[in-house]
Structures are given as C-alpha cells and as structure tokens.
C-alpha cells in the first residue's frame, strides 16, 4: 500500500506560479510510477503529467505543456508539480497518483492504485 498525502495549492492570480508537493509512504516511488491529475467541478479526473517509475519518461497534457513540470525526489519520495504561468482554466482540485502496473495507461485515472486527497488549485483572472 501507498498512502499520498498532498500540500501546497490556494489561490493565486493570472500569471503566477504555484508548487504542489505529494509526499509517499508505504512504497518507494523509484518502483511506481507517478502522476498528477485535476478534477474540474462535476467532471471526471483530467491528466496533467506522469513521471515513470525509473524517470526516462515523462508526458504532458497538452493544455499545461510548457508551464508545467512535474518532478519527484526518489530519496524522499517526494512528487512535485510545479506550476508557472497560471491561468484561469487551470482552476481545478490536483490530485496526486500512483500505478504499479507496467501495462497501465499512464494517463488514465482509472487505471490509477494509489491517490492523494486532493488540493484546490484557484487562478483568478
């Protein structure tokens, strides 16, 4: 098991730049691959970012391609995301998560074991 516990986010302007942290415990991320995605109101959990397990891999969604990075520290089983260049669509609750399974689609919530509790991300314009 993998518990993920989430900091950072709040409420930010146009433009600005946020850091979002989700710290592991229970398993090691160097064997587990990582991502973040955000749930706009009444929708499904839309991919941000994966970093894969052995970190030669990292993919974006498009919307966020650029000003996005996502990170991880495998000595302190740290996730990061930072975020620069906010904008209003951005607003969203991030949400940390991690898959064991090497035949998983990364950038598909469901296939997802492990999940942080979510941290409200609010880009005013």
């Known amino acids: 098991q993998m518990q993920l516990v989430q900091s950072g986010g709040g409420r930010v302007q146009a433009g600005d730049s946020l850091k979002l942290s989700c710290a592991a415990s229970g398993r090691t991320m160097a064997t587990t691959t990582m991502a973040w995605f955000r749930r706009y109101p009444g929708q499904g959990r839309e991919f941000v970012a994966f970093?894969?397990?052995?970190?030669?891999?990292?993919l974006y969604a498009d919307s966020v391609k650029g000003r996005f990075t996502i990170s991880k520290d495998a000595n302190r089983n740290m996730l990061y995301l930072q975020m620069n260049n906010l904008k209003p669509e951005d607003t969203a609750t991030y949400f940390c998560?991690?898959?064991?399974?090497?035949?998983?689609?990364?950038?598909?919530?469901?296939?997802?074991?492990?999940w942080g509790q979510g941290t409200q991300v609010t880009v005013a314009s």
């Open positions: 998560a991690g898959v064991i399974s090497t035949g998983a689609r990364l950038h598909v919530a469901a296939d997802y074991d492990y």
């Open positions: 970093i894969h397990q052995n970190a030669d891999a990292i």
